[in-house]
């Protein structure tokens, strides 16, 4: 599922010299004691802003639009809480 979500926000992106790297899915010492959260929480406050400054700046290819398991959330206009719980429950049940 991580494979699949960062490619879906990186088919977002029509300028191919970006793209958001295998780092947003890394973590750090597992402080929170669930790797699911954490990337969670990195693509809701690091990759959602950076997908807002390339929507501003034209390098989208199309809307924010991505199918998080079978729920399909706007990755710039979604409400972030909603969000985070989707990818996290996503996350937790492909790692399980």
């Known amino acids: ?3 699949k979500l960062l490619a879906a926000v990186n088919g977002l992106i029509a300028d191919t010299d970006i793209h958001v790297g295998h780092s947003y899915l890394m973590t750090g010492d597992g402080e929170s004691g669930n ?5 969670s929480d990195k693509i809701v406050h690091e990759v959602r802003p950076l997908l807002q ?4 700046e034209g390098r989208l290819a ?3 639009q991505v199918m998080i398991g079978s729920i399909s959330f ?5 409400p972030a809480d909603a969000l985070a719980s989707a990818i996290t429950d996503q996350l937790s ?4």
């Open 74 to 78: 706007d990755l710039l206009s979604g």
């Open 93 to 96: 049940e492909d790692v399980i």
């Open 53 to 56: 400054e390339y929507f501003e």
């Open 1 to 3: 599922m991580a494979r």
């Open 35 to 39: 790797w699911a959260t954490e990337v």
């Open 62 to 64: 199309q809307g924010a």
